[in-house]
């Protein structure tokens, strides 16, 4: 009789399945691009699996993996729902092709995208590599504009595959991946929240190119080599303007309730207040490593709590993308809402007046058992960056530890 149970459940849910899936995705490797201009696609690779009825779609992005199983599946119809972040991608499909859009509803954005079954290289390359860009570059992006940016390039390069990440103040600009084609350099990186494309010609010593960032956004970029080169200190750019002597603010939490830093919790605690969005992906490097570092080095008097300033167009879904990041990854702080409607850094000053600039997302302050501000560090440097990232965790561990010590 229990032979005869189990099997009927298997053949119920094997007949659910066929219900409501009228066309099936193969499995295995398939490869998608993005029209992100009228000239240039933006590539990636992804795996198919299924179990239990469940598609879920691992996206590549060199050492990076995402699982995305959210998929909802209506006759030939698909909503692909990104883990964490609002993107989602929508269209129809056939057993091995998705043709549709990637949508981020709160920007009015929309990416074209078709993904075909079968595996490819990323890149098509034809022509053996002229040059071996391993190494670090000195970087300006949009140097032709009244507000260009400094980056550091970090490469490495094998035959013609490269891989590696362009940092900022800000960040970093994720785990990229490409190839040389004699002496273009192509490079992207799609994960959810950016679609980036970088183009470059190359030379052993230059690089001249352009920067993608969907199909809403084009920036010229140069680069030149130079091993010695470094970023401004990420513990000096943002700081208390000169009067203030304090740190406070008071945002609602899901319940309404306001919170701040005159709260009885925070009291004689050492506080890290986050400053951070749930659709920046930095931010969530960020996040999973300070949910990481609390379940592993837990402490009643080392307390964090985060301020989100998030594009979502209503309270709402603002605060549905707020839990959505503490579901998926496992927060356990609070994270307060302190703006919706736009993740301007200039209206974010407006709500922070005692900083001289909110100049990124994320930021994190560093506040002792006094209340006093010991220390303000601007964007963060993630898995994609490698030694920086080392070096970075290191030195927060030595930081908190001589807070919590005092």
Same mark, same amino acid.
């Given at each position: 009789?229990k032979?005869?149970g189990l099997?009927?459940?298997?053949?119920?849910?094997?007949?659910?399945?066929?219900?409501?899936?009228?066309?099936?995705l193969?499995?295995?490797?398939?490869?998608?691009? %993005?029209q992100?201009?009228?000239?240039?696609?933006l590539p990636?690779?992804?795996?198919v699996?299924?179990?239990?009825?469940h598609?879920?779609?691992?996206?590549?992005?060199?050492?990076?993996?995402?699982?995305?199983?959210?998929?909802?599946?209506?006759?030939?119809?698909?909503?692909?729902?990104?883990?964490?972040?609002?993107?989602? %991608?929508?269209?129809? $499909? @056939?057993?091995?092709?998705?043709?549709?859009?990637?949508i981020?509803?709160?920007?009015?954005r929309?990416?074209?995208?078709?993904?075909?079954y079968?595996?490819?290289?990323?890149?098509?390359?034809?022509?053996?590599? @002229?040059?071996?860009?391993?190494?670090?570059?000195?970087?300006?992006?949009?140097?032709?504009?009244?507000?260009?940016?400094?980056?550091?390039?970090?490469?490495?390069?094998?035959?013609?595959?490269?891989?590696?990440?362009?940092?900022?103040?800000?960040?970093?600009?994720?785990y990229?991946?490409g190839?040389?084609?004699?002496?273009?350099l192509?490079l992207?990186?799609?994960?959810?929240?950016?679609?980036?494309? $970088?183009?470059?010609?190359?030379?052993?010593?230059?690089l001249?190119?352009?920067?993608?960032?969907?199909?809403? @956004?084009?920036?010229?970029?140069?680069?030149r080599?130079?091993?010695?080169?470094?970023?401004?200190?990420?513990?000096?750019?943002?700081?208390?303007?000169?009067?203030?002597?304090?740190?406070?603010?008071?945002?609602?939490?899901?319940?309404?309730?306001?919170?701040?830093m005159?709260?009885?919790?925070?009291?004689?605690?050492?506080?890290?207040?986050?400053? %951070?969005?749930?659709?920046?992906?930095?931010?969530?490097?960020?996040?999973?490593?300070y949910?990481?570092?609390?379940?592993?080095?837990?402490?009643?008097?080392l307390?964090?709590?985060?301020?989100?300033?998030?594009y979502?167009?209503?309270k709402?879904?603002?605060?549905?993308?707020?839990?959505?990041?503490k579901?998926?990854?496992?927060?356990t702080?609070?994270?307060?809402?302190?703006q919706?409607?736009t993740? @301007?850094?200039?209206?974010?000053?407006?709500?922070?007046p005692?900083?001289?600039?909110?100049?990124?997302?994320p930021?994190?302050?560093?506040?002792?058992?006094?209340?006093k501000?010991?220390?303000?560090?601007?964007?963060?440097n993630?898995?994609?960056t490698?030694?920086?990232?080392?070096?970075?965790?290191?030195?927060?561990?030595?930081?908190?530890?001589?807070?919590?010590?005092?």
């Open positions: 009789m032979r005869l099997a009927a459940l298997v053949m119920l849910l094997v007949c659910s399945c066929q219900e409501k899936e009228s066309v099936r193969k499995e295995g490797p398939w490869w998608a691009k %993005m992100v201009s009228e000239s240039e696609i990636f690779t992804f795996e699996t299924k179990s239990n009825c598609y879920v779609f691992g996206i590549r992005n060199a050492e990076e993996r995402i699982a995305v199983d959210e998929i909802t599946i209506d006759g030939d119809s698909i909503i692909i729902k990104m883990p964490i972040f609002e993107g989602y %991608m929508a269209g129809t $499909f @056939s057993e091995t092709e998705i043709t549709g859009n990637f981020k509803e709160s920007l009015d929309i990416v074209p995208f078709t993904a075909t079968g595996k490819r290289p990323r890149f098509d390359s034809s022509k053996p590599p @002229s040059t071996n860009i391993s190494g670090i570059w000195e970087t300006v992006f949009d140097y032709d504009t009244e507000n260009p940016y400094s980056a550091m390039g970090v490469f490495v390069q094998n035959d013609e595959k490269v891989t590696g990440t362009f940092r900022t103040t800000t960040g970093d600009y994720r990229l991946e190839v040389i084609d004699g002496d273009s192509k992207s990186t799609f994960d959810g929240a950016h679609a980036f494309l $970088f183009t470059a010609k190359a030379t052993d010593s230059m001249d190119g352009h920067f993608y960032s969907g199909n809403h @956004s084009v920036e010229k970029f140069r680069a080599r130079n091993e010695g080169y470094e970023l401004p200190d990420a513990d000096s750019l943002t700081f208390l303007k000169k009067g203030f002597e304090r740190f406070d603010f008071s945002f609602p939490d899901s319940n309404g309730k306001m919170a701040g005159g709260d009885e919790a925070f009291k004689q605690k050492v506080v890290l207040v986050q400053i %951070m969005g749930t659709w920046c992906p930095n931010c969530l490097d960020e996040t999973r490593f949910v990481d570092y609390l379940k592993k080095n837990p402490h009643p008097d307390k964090i709590i985060a301020l989100a300033f998030e979502a167009k209503t709402e879904k603002a605060f549905e993308g707020i839990k959505r990041l579901d998926r990854v496992g927060v702080y609070p994270v307060l809402l302190a919706f409607g993740s @301007s850094k200039l209206r974010a000053n407006e709500k922070l005692m900083l001289n600039h909110v100049l990124s997302y930021t994190t302050i560093y506040i002792d058992k006094k209340g501000v010991r220390k303000i560090h601007t964007g963060f993630g898995p994609a490698g030694e920086k990232y080392e070096a970075f965790k290191k030195d927060f561990e030595k930081t908190v530890n001589e807070l919590l010590s005092e």
